[in-house]
């Protein structure tokens, strides 16, 4: 199956979401014994619905096929009920109760399959580890290469695309492993380089603030304080140099 732009061999227990307008492409052949299920949901259907509004929070419908769900045999089971249970509702005379029963099913496989995502972020803890040492070399680069002047201060989905991952898989990673996202990571690597340059250099605020990437230095002072508790002229009377 082609799965955006990368190939994925779909053997057992493997579980992947696409969200709508997504790109699939599957290669069928004769000598093929292929299984599995297809759960299509037309948006208008949950419009009405809390569940319309909440999907959105599961971040694994922007996931690409490398970071697909793998199950084990229990879970796969646990999967398997709730769309047999939600096959077995869409069949039967429709009344004013199916719906309702039909979303409340699919809310609940979704939530199982979050579950089972942060499992698997554990479980895969060695792969993730290495990706959090790439992350943080393409950050100390970022900054140590004084990029963010001419190129302000790095997004998430600078990152995600260097490392061949999407925004919301990258910050679910981070935070499975360090307890922050991505967004934290950046912010604090901009605070850590503003303390720098406040305690090393002669450039004033402004000069500082610019040359880390922000357009107005007061987001600077607003960031700055807020990571803190200080303003940058506060830290810089502090612990500047005598």
Known sequence: ????????DFDEG???FFAPNQVVITEIRDDW???GLWLVIHPDFLQGFSLFRDIRKFGFFSYSVNEALH???DEEKTIGQLLSTISMESQVATDSFSQAIIIKQIELLLNYCDRFYHRQFLTRKQANSS???SFETLLEDYFDQNRTETEGIPSISYFA???NLSRNYLSDMLRSITGQSAQQHIQQRVIEKAKELLTNSELNVSEI???LGFEYPQSFHKLFRNKTNLSPLEYRTNFGKN
């Open 71 to 73: 199950l084990s045999e």
């Open 14 to 16: 493997v579980m992947s």
């Open 33 to 35: 014994d292929l299984e």
């Open 1 to 8: 199956m082609r799965y955006g732009q990368q190939h994925y």
């Open 131 to 133: 990706l959090l040492s």
């Open 161 to 163: 695309e260097q490392l």
């Open 209 to 211: 603030s610019y040359q």
